[in-house]
């Protein structure tokens, strides 16, 4: 079935992004080691560990969003939510979660043309380093692209839900983060 | 904006907040969501642009570079076998006391959360280790769960500390101030866990039954071998951040190497553990910023509209003695505390609470301090204590959730006497960043 099919393709693209992106944090922990040792041992602070740094944080929050939405990791309050039946969550969560999706929507749209501006004037950092800022910028609209994507295949799978009775979202055990 | 219509807004944005939440929607994408629409009333189409640049200016924040890698260390340190080599030491230093196992469950848990600055994997390894080793010995259950309940929320006080680099960043406070801070009072707490325990299983040894194997010296310090390496790290961690030599950024930088290298020399974590270590990281890391963000664009618009001013106006127009204001932020902490996870209760309550604080002539180190002994009873507290669900998961199914429910009371009683103890002496958090 076609919507079933693009639930499993979004979650596999946000499995991909996640498995090849957490990496980043391993880039993290070796540059800012080297900036101490830098810093002590041969008494030359880098001049780009920091800045460059920001930019991989950004990559790896702003990337991490659908995935983390995928694995149920975002922080929610269950209380009430657990108490109703399969259908009545089908229908709370259609009538929430379009709150994601203006969000996304937004970072989207306002975070692409950003994105773009800096790519068309070539904007660089305000830094000794003047570092190129569309490679950071990009990653609001693509973290808000993905977590909007995520979200989507939620709604879908509420809908299936709503229509056939069967649980596709798996919403059950979604108490155990 | 007209008094008359602030007041409305208020009134319509704190209805709204409740309503997502309670219908289970993330804290992130409610407050987010919000910011969205409140952006479109204050400001129009134009407005909306602010959402976008506050996603960018907090995902590349300087200070939160600290947060993934804190958590990749707390991470690695649990596939690193640490757990068990504690364990072992414990099991042969202080197995004949009474009590001494659950004594040494929270001393190891105080030790992890000088490593780690979440409270999860303490309580995970603990509740994987030590608590059949202890239900096994005789160990009732009510104290084996609740120590291990308990002291793995060390985590977040003890530091590093996520929460504190979260509330450090939001209220604009030295992370290296609040870190130090956090020291003496989760020391503090850690004692009183551990006198409790020991007191109640030296008049009733039925409790916490001493083990009647007893190790010779050479086999008591051939245990402390496994220990010494991340030993040094901790006082490395810990050492830079006080002495200043390093920021808490760079501290957590040297940390997760540090942890990574002893998990490699001791050859305890396989390529598999590993990329778990990174996927959690990843989304945990996802999940603080995306906080984060969604609560700084949420915080713009409610400064913009006046409605935090309000709000601070009319709590200070009360004309309420400063230390009910503070009870009633405390009161405030320990409620949200039982339905929401510490990172999204920052972000709920800055806002109002930050701005306040420093109205009042409080301390924002201390106050940070209040918090986060605060939040480590809300790990604990049913009926959604993050620590209790981790227990739940890793108990047999004799253990029933009513148990670890019950088991946690004395502990959140400790707690709270800590809390006030902090707030009658302020000192206790504030000498040692004073001395930095």
Redesign the interface.
């Known amino acids: 079935m076609f919507v079933k099919r693009l639930g499993t393709v979004i979650d596999k693209l946000n499995s991909w992004v996640a498995k090849f992106f957490s990496y980043v944090v391993i880039v993290m922990m070796v540059t800012i080691s080297y900036e101490v040792v830098a810093r002590y041992l041969f008494n030359a602070p880098t001049d780009w560990s920091g800045e460059i740094n920001q930019y991989l944080l950004c990559t790896m929050s702003m990337l991490g969003g659908g995935y983390a939405l995928l694995v149920d990791q975002h922080v929610r309050v269950d209380i009430i939510y657990r108490y109703f039946s399969l259908k009545q969550r089908a229908v709370i969560e259609l009538s929430t979660w379009w709150l994601i999706i203006i969000f996304c929507l937004v970072l989207v749209w306002k975070g692409s043309g950003a994105a773009f501006d800096a790519l068309v004037s070539g904007k660089r950092s305000m830094s000794i380093l003047e570092f190129p800022l569309f490679p950071s910028l990009v990653m609001v609209p693509i973290g808000g692209g993905l977590l909007l994507l995520q979200a989507l295949a939620r709604v879908l799978r509420n809908i299936l839900t709503l229509m056939t009775g069967v649980d596709e979202v798996g919403s059950g055990k979604s108490l155990f983060h | 904006m007209p008094l008359m219509e602030v007041t409305i807004l208020t009134i319509i944005i704190i209805a709204l907040v409740i309503f ?11 407050l ?6 409140g952006a479109l009333y204050v400001w129009g189409f134009k407005g ?2 602010m ?3 506050t ?2 200016a907090e ?4 200070i ?2 600290a ?3 804190f958590i ?1 260390m707390a991470n690695i340190l649990r596939y690193s076998g640490l757990a068990d080599d504690l364990y072992e030491m414990v099991y042969k230093w202080m197995g004949r006391i009474p009590g001494g196992l659950a004594v040494g469950t929270v001393i190891i848990c105080a030790i992890f959360a000088a490593m780690a600055g979440i409270s999860s994997v303490a309580t995970v390894s603990m509740g994987l280790i030590a608590l059949p080793s202890m239900l096994k010995r005789g160990y009732k259950k009510e104290i084996a769960t609740g120590c291990i309940s308990a002291g793995g929320a060390l985590g977040i006080l003890i530091p590093p500390s996520i929460i504190m680099i979260i509330y450090g960043a939001m209220a604009e406070v030295s992370i290296g101030k609040l870190f130090m801070g956090g020291l003496v009072p989760g020391i503090l707490l850690s004692a009183i866990f551990c006198g409790y325990i020991f007191l109640r299983c030296f008049f009733n040894p039925r409790i916490g039954p001493p083990v009647d194997h007893s190790f010779s010296w050479a086999e008591k310090f051939r245990s402390v071998k496994g220990v010494i390496l991340p030993g040094l790290l901790i006082v490395l961690v810990l050492g830079v951040i006080y002495s200043g ?2 920021t808490p ?2 501290a ?3 940390g ?2 540090g942890a ?1 290298i002893c998990a490699l020399i001791y050859r305890k974590i396989s390529f598999k553990d590993f ?1 778990d270590a ?2 959690s ?11 984060v963000v ?1 609560a700084v664009a949420f915080t713009h618009v409610l400064a913009y509209a006046g409605i935090s001013g309000m709000i601070k106006d009319a709590i200070l127009g009360l004309h309420l003695s400063r230390w009910w204001i503070l009870f009633a932020m405390q009161f405030t902490f320990f409620i949200l505390g039982m ?3 510490p ?2 209760i920052i972000m709920l309550t800055t806002p109002i609470f930050v701005p306040l604080v420093r109205a009042l002539n409080f301390d924002p180190v201390w106050f940070g301090v209040l918090f986060t002994i605060n939040m480590e009873m809300a790990y604990i507290t049913p ?2 204590g ?1 620590n209790l ?1 981790i227990m739940k ?1 890793v108990v047999p199914p004799e253990i029933l959730m009513g148990d670890i429910y019950r088991s946690i009371i004395p502990f959140v009683a400790l707690q709270g006497i800590a809390l006030i103890m902090v707030i009658l002496w302020p000192g206790l958090a504030l000498w040692l960043p004073s001395s930095m």
């Open positions: 997502f939440l309670l219908l289970g929607l993330p804290v992130a994408f409610t987010g969501g919000l910011a969205v629409l909306l642009y959402l976008a640049s996603a960018y995902s590349t924040s300087f939160l570079i947060v993934p890698l990749f030599a390093a950024t760079e957590a930088g040297i997760a190497l990574l990329r990174l996927l990281t990843f989304s945990l890391n996802a999940m603080v910023l995306w906080i969604g339905f929401l996870d990172a999204g009926p959604f993050f669900f998961a």
